[in-house]
């Protein structure tokens, strides 16, 4: 079965004229309703603080609360409001739910907000609180998977998540992006440092790139990379912001171009570690990009999900 994580309080976290709204999900789940694509809508509890501390710092929790109370953003592109702080830990519980459905054997789509892959221990950025994916990443590693595979493709260089895991040799991250971008990392030349060199992968593309390159990084340089490396469970910070239609980013990825990179991510997942593949969204501001590019990867899923696996 395919499941969808979801929590209707996602909406709660209002960024006022902002393009992480919550509108993007509203969308998402509209288009879902419409489709009659076969799911199971699951709803996340939050994330305790102990697994939040697993990846950020105490002080850091303690400046969302009370940033969130005076409504005081985190840095000029990061609003909060009232709500944000259970918002956030709402989304990490999504993460963390995702990858308890994956590792059953469903595969999962965490359709939270807000996103995470530039949240670093002890800031918020890019429209990021905590950074939902890492905080899964532990949480996969707490429930016995020694070694997690994140592929971002997301148009944007996951720098936090980079940052977390850069001397970690547990935690591969790959990611494809825009380059050279926000946030301004993600050289080729990045590539992990002590224990973790070798651990991180980028790909920075130009501006214009579209599904012919983006596929070519996945299937080329991620796929044997992925192989190698012999993850127990596969993690995707997916953004829709490469959309052709984007108007946050320049690149030219199609619809059907997320499919096939969700398709290849599958297939890692299926030969690695029995498929367990959890996806958690990030970025994408254009709705009908965004709500159509989610459907068809959940299209993907329920493919390779549909028949119960033994
Ligand atoms: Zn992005």
Request: proline content about 5%; some cysteine.
């Amino acid at each position: 079965m395919t499941s969808i994580v979801y929590h209707p309080d996602y909406l709660l976290h209002e960024t006022g004229n902002h393009p992480e709204r919550k509108e993007r999900l509203l969308a998402i789940m509209r288009l879902i309703e419409e489709s009659g694509i076969n799911v199971q809508r699951i709803e996340p509890e939050k994330a305790p603080i102990e697994q939040i501390i697993c990846v950020h710092d105490p002080e850091y929790i303690e400046k969302v609360k009370y940033h969130s109370e005076h409504e005081i953003p985190l840095d000029p592109d990061t609003v909060v409001c009232r709500d944000s702080y259970h918002v956030a830990m709402l989304a990490a519980g999504g993460a963390i739910r995702a990858i308890d459905l994956a590792m059953g054997g469903d595969g999962a789509f965490a359709l939270l907000r807000p996103p995470g892959h530039h949240a670093f221990p002890g800031r918020g950025s890019g429209f990021c609180i905590y950074n939902n994916i890492a905080i899964g990443a532990k949480h996969a590693q707490r429930k016995g998977c020694k070694r997690v595979l994140i592929a971002d493709w997301d148009v944007h260089h996951g720098n936090g998540t980079q940052h977390i895991f850069y001397d970690d040799s547990s935690v591969f991250y790959f990611s494809v992006h825009q380059y050279p971008y926000y946030p301004g990392t993600g050289s080729a030349g990045e590539t992990g440092e002590g224990d973790g060199r070798g651990y991180t992968l980028n790909v920075p593309l130009p501006a214009g790139s579209g599904d012919a390159m983006y596929i070519y990084a996945f299937e080329r340089i991620l796929m044997p990379a992925a192989r190698e490396f012999d993850p127990d469970i596969v993690l995707v910070s997916a953004g829709f912001d490469a959309h052709l239609d984007d108007p946050l980013a320049g690149m030219a990825v199609t619809t059907t171009g997320f499919a096939k990179m969700a398709s290849i991510v599958s297939s890692i997942a299926d030969k690695c570690c029995v498929g367990r593949l959890a996806i958690m969204l990030e970025g994408g501001y254009n709705l009908h990009a965004l709500s159509h590019s989610v459907l068809a990867v959940l299209g993907v899923l329920e493919a390779n999900h549909g028949d119960v696996k033994t």
